[in-house]
T-cell receptor, first 114, second 110 residues
Framework: NAGVMQNPRHLVRRRGQEARLRCSPM?????VYWYRQLPEEGLKFMVY????????ESGMPKERFSAEFPKEGPSILRIQQVVRGDSAAYFC????????????FGPGTRLTVT | DAKTTQPTSMDCAEGRAANLPCNHS???????VYWYRQIHSQGPQYIIH???NNETNEMASLIITEDRKSSTLILPHATLRDTAVYYC???????????FGKGTRLHILP
């Protein structure tokens, strides 16, 4: 059973461009969480999704950021009009429906905005 | 979720047991103690969790005091690959965000 997969692992965008980060949860997992880690800082929760539903987006910036987890395919974290302050590592975690508190993390996507 | 207090950093000699303390004096009855670690540039990794009994798995042991106000994570034979930031988290086991604190930066010394 493959672990949580994220791609790309590294993403470079110029200011003003869009960034799309993908997360494929572990097989059978229907819950996805996104976290952000700014340089030299701790992990901060962003959003919690179940298939086709956003459960908790209390950690999402109000503008430019959106997330989805469609019925088919990976979860997508989308950042529009990126700014330098968006440079960070973005981690996705997934959990199974029977035990939604068990979060398994992916390797992360490192976004660099130039 | 209850707050936790951990030392900022610790050193441990390779091959020795690493004992990482955590205070969680405001823990409530239905909250579990979870430990995760983050090796540099990697995603967090689950280590172990417990409610009130001591727990052991292939990675570590978790010792929780009788009053549940503190706990200790024990890595019995630390290796260089155990160098990481270790997070102690108390939370109710439900589908919900994990609130990570600053953790303890553990350095394993050769």
């Amino acid at each position: 059973n493959a672990g949580v997969m994220q791609n790309p692992r590294h993403l470079v965008r110029r200011r003003g461009q869009e960034a799309r980060l993908r997360c494929s949860p572990m097989k059978g997992h229907s819950h996805v969480y996104w976290y952000r880690q700014l340089p030299e800082e701790g992990l901060k929760f962003m959003v919690y999704l179940q298939k086709e539903n956003i459960i908790d987006e209390s950690g999402m910036p109000k503008e430019r950021f959106s997330a989805e987890f469609p019925k088919e395919g990976p979860s997508i974290l989308r950042i529009q009009q990126v700014v330098r302050g968006d440079s960070a590592a973005y981690f996705c975690a997934s959990s199974p429906p029977a035990s939604p508190y068990e979060q398994y993390f992916g390797p992360g996507t490192r976004l660099t905005v130039t | 979720d209850a707050k936790t207090t951990q030392p900022t950093s610790m050193d441990c000699a390779e091959g020795r047991a690493a004992n990482l303390p955590c205070n969680h004096s405001t823990i409530s009855g239905n909250e579990y103690v979870y430990w995760y670690r983050q090796i540099h540039s990697q995603g967090p990794q689950y280590i172990i969790h417990g409610l009130k009994n001591n727990e052991t798995n292939e990675m570590a042991s978790l010792i929780i005091t009788e009053d549940r106000k503190s706990s200790t994570l024990i890595l019995p034979h630390a290796t260089l690959r155990d160098t990481a930031v270790y997070y102690c988290i108390v939370r109710v086991p439900r589908g919900d965000k994990i609130i990570f604190g600053k953790g303890t930066r553990l350095h394993i010394l050769p």
